[in-house]
């Protein structure tokens, strides 16, 4: 049996993981930039 | 209510997730539940500060706390939970000797600190929520990033790097949800943090209130096996 296909989440979670990892890599990736921005003085402040 | 209600119901809901995270650790051992454990009990204290606030007003005492645990600390030991459950131990025992060091830092300059309250109603904020503008002395400000770039790269990185190992394994499938909800949970009070500067009154305390509870529940996801026989149920559909 090929290997792939062995184990399989349920359908709806096949379909909405990636999705919402890659979103979440995009909205860490925004955030790293505005805390390095704050870090380094170009975006004003945080708490 | 806004300022009140929400960051002690922030409070209540993050000291009783500690109760269960050190009840675990306990239990189980593991540097990562004793160091989340401390973590959520900074949360914790974070969030009642913001109550105390809301409720009876100014105190410097209250301030520095909020801004010691709330503000600086508490990602970046949450997230030293996560680097003691994802690196090799001698890296992680490394960054933990450099974190205790710079919280220490961080104590000393909070406490030490010249403070004006008058100045949290300015630079976005409406003076009713706390905020560092009320330091008045260089140098303590400028640490919050740091803590915070380091905490928000662990353990959003690493809640979003496990639950990607589990998903492309399609193995456990209560670790991938839970950790997919840790995720999300922990990236809300940075939002809120960002509103709040954009004039939304409450932002912050609405992003550490959801925040806490999508931390606990992905917690609570994470650590509680699904039934095998309904997972493939649903898989052979």
């Known amino acids: 049996m090929d290997k792939k296909h062995m184990r399989q989440y349920p359908a709806f979670y096949e379909r909405i993981v990636p999705v919402i990892l890659v979103i979440i890599g995009v909205i860490l990736i925004i955030l790293l930039a505005i805390t390095i921005g704050v870090a380094i003085g170009l975006v004003p402040g945080t708490a | 209510m806004l300022n009140t209600i929400m960051p002690l119901l922030s409070s209540i809901i993050s000291f009783t997730f500690a109760f269960i995270i050190l009840k675990r650790y306990v ?54 939970g996560t680097v003691y459950l994802l690196a090799r131990l001698k890296w992680a025992n490394a960054m933990m000797v ?8 961080g104590l000393f300059k909070v406490f030490t600190a010249h403070l004006d309250p008058t100045l949290m109603a300015g630079g976005g904020h409406t003076g009713s929520e706390l905020s560092g503008h009320a330091i008045v002395s260089p140098g303590v400000r400028i640490l919050t990033p740091f803590f915070n770039l380091y905490g928000t790269l662990t353990l959003v990185g ?9 998903w492309r394994k399609r193995i456990l499938l ?48 994470a650590t509680t096996p699904m039934r095998e026989t309904q997972t493939a149920k649903e898989a052979s559909i």
């Not at chain 2, 450099?98 to 830092?105: D, E, N």
């Not at chain 2, 991938?176 to 932002?203: C, D, E, K, Q, Y």
């Open chain 2, 27 to 80: 239990e189980r051992r593991g540097t990562h539940l004793l160091l989340w454990g401390i973590g959520t009990i900074f949360y914790g204290i974070g969030g009642f500060c913001e109550f105390y606030n809301g409720a009876f007003g100014w105190n410097p005492l209250i301030f520095r706390l909020w801004y010691l645990f709330g503000a600086l600390l508490v990602a970046a030991w949450l997230g030293q």
């Open chain 2, 98 to 105: 450099l974190l205790v060091i710079g919280s220490f830092y």
């Open chain 2, 158 to 166: 690493g809640a979003a790097y496990s639950a990607w190992i589990f």
């Open chain 2, 174 to 221: 209560h670790r991938t949800i839970g950790n997919i909800l840790i995720a999300v949970g922990a990236t809300l009070p940075a939002f809120g943090g960002i509103f709040s500067r954009l004039h939304i009154p409450g932002a912050l305390y609405l992003g550490e209130f959801l925040g806490i509870i999508l931390l606990f529940i992905g917690f609570l996801r």
